[in-house]
């Protein structure tokens, strides 16, 4: 088994040698995988949902199974349970669960899972209805309820996610549309890594105090109308 220089970035690598019983379908997943374990979701959605103990689910591992379930084509929350019987997907699980320090742990009624089970989805969904608002609803209406102490809890996970690594603007500046900023560790690490797969960067933008390292830089090509450029983390 051997592995090529670009693997040891990735959560995955190729193995020449094929064993029937860890074929997936779903491979692409690992590329959401990555850009999971990268951007350090999985401890950053513990840091803001309420404290779990280890010995049950974490809020991360079940973040991960719904991320699953939208992007192998599932329908219901039913589903999940389904995609726990395939390697693929016990592997991606097996990553996240890693993350936030669960992979070892032991169920109270003994036994190893790979993807939580359809009851215990539906309960962590539940905690983010408000079944107080549900009385406002009207016939016809469009309604928007008030967030519960673990739905607003939700949004500043969400908002602490993008203040972390994108930045997204609309109106004047670069790009039809506007612009999108992506954060990175090492600006010349992520231009030869763009470079090497064929992405252009257009150095006349580039930005930085005079004879110091880069700032900002765009890319050539607009993705979708919109600019995009990288920017130098803190």
């Known amino acids: 088994m051997s592995r090529t220089p670009l693997s040891y970035y990735c959560s995955y690598y190729v193995d020449t040698k094929v064993d029937p019983a860890a074929v997936t379908n779903y491979g692409g997943i690992f590329l959401y995988l990555d850009l999971i374990l990268l951007t350090d979701l999985p401890k950053l959605v513990n840091e803001y949902l309420p404290k779990k103990s280890l010995r049950g689910w974490q809020h991360a591992e079940h973040i ?19 995609l726990g019987e395939d390697p693929g997907i016990s592997l991606y699980m097996g990553q996240i669960a ?6 070892n742990r032991q169920f109270k009624r003994g036994g190893q899972k790979d993807i939580p089970s359809l009851t ?16 406002k609803r009207g016939y016809g209406q469009v309604f928007i309820p008030e967030a519960n102490e673990a739905l607003s809890d939700m949004r500043g996970l969400n908002r602490e996610f993008v203040k972390r690594g994108w930045e997204v603007c609309r109106g004047s500046g670069a790009g039809t549309h506007g612009h999108i900023a992506i954060k990175t560790n090492s600006i010349p690490r992520a231009i030869a890594y763009l470079e090497r797969n064929g992405v252009a960067v257009d150095m006349s933008t580039a930005k930085g105090p005079e ?7 765009y890319l050539k090509d607009e993705v979708g109308g919109f600019a995009v450029h990288l920017l130098q983390a803190k």
């Open 64 to 82: 991960g199974a719904l991320l699953a379930l939208n992007l192998t084509g599932g329908d219901c929350v039913d589903d999940p349970v389904k």
């Open 98 to 103: 890693q993350a936030v320090g669960a992979r």
């Open 120 to 135: 215990s989805v539906r309960e962590w969904l539940d905690q983010f209805h408000n079944a107080e608002e549900d009385t």
């Open 211 to 217: 004879g110091g390292p880069i700032q900002a830089v």
